[in-house]
């Protein structure tokens, strides 16, 4: 059998493009669209993008390079984006959850939530406490800066959701293109 590569949830691509509809608008969405492969192109806009399926993750390399350069945002634009997506991923029963378990940890469920999304790649926490925690995603062939700018925020996103204030995300190592790991540390009040 030969191997497809790395792959990412329809979910993830489509909460991507739901982020950037609220951050900029409908336009900005559809405009990015145009930017992309026709195969990607005509699964997000003819309902293709199925949620629970898994997709390559060069389509959603490409989803965040088009929504990077319609906006003229770039990787900040992009750790918003992952902020944004993870909250619209989580339903209202995962809020109460985490807010019920408080931040640090909180962040056991934000390292399922992202092995639930990516096929490959693991998210541990190397240390947590109140008020801190370091992070490193292993395992990640295929990653690019953009996708790591959507995980660093994704992390913020989750300690925004249990209301952890003053959030201040740092990456230590990694984070770039073609880096398959990332390590980040979080600190909050």
């Known amino acids: 059998m030969v191997s497809m590569g790395p792959r990412v949830k ?10 950037t509809e609220q951050l900029r608008g409908r336009e900005a969405c559809e405009q990015a669209v145009l930017r992309l492969e026709p195969e990607i192109a005509d699964a997000v806009r003819y309902g293709g ?39 619209l991923g989580l339903n209202s029963a995962h ?53 790591w700018a959507t995980v660093a925020g994704a992390a913020e996103g989750i300690l925004e959701s249990v209301e952890a204030e003053n959030i201040r995300l740092h990456v230590v190592s990694g984070g770039g293109d073609r880096d398959g790991a990332m390590e980040a540390e979080a600190r909050w009040n």
């Open 95 to 147: 809020r109460v959850f985490v807010r019920v378990l408080g931040a640090h940890r909180s962040l056991a469920v934000s390292a399922r939530f992202f092995n639930q999304h990516y096929e490959r790649g693991t998210c541990e926490f190397l240390e947590r406490r109140d008020g801190y925690a370091r992070a490193l995603w292993s395992g990640c062939d295929g990653f690019d800066a953009n996708i």
């Open 49 to 87: 993008l199925v949620a629970g399926a898994w997709y390559p993750l060069a389509w959603q390399n490409a989803v965040l390079a088009a929504l990077a350069a319609e906006t003229h945002g770039g990787l900040p634009f992009l750790r918003q984006v992952g902020r944004v997506a993870v909250k």
């Open 10 to 19: 329809g979910l993830t691509i489509r909460n991507c493009l739901a982020a």
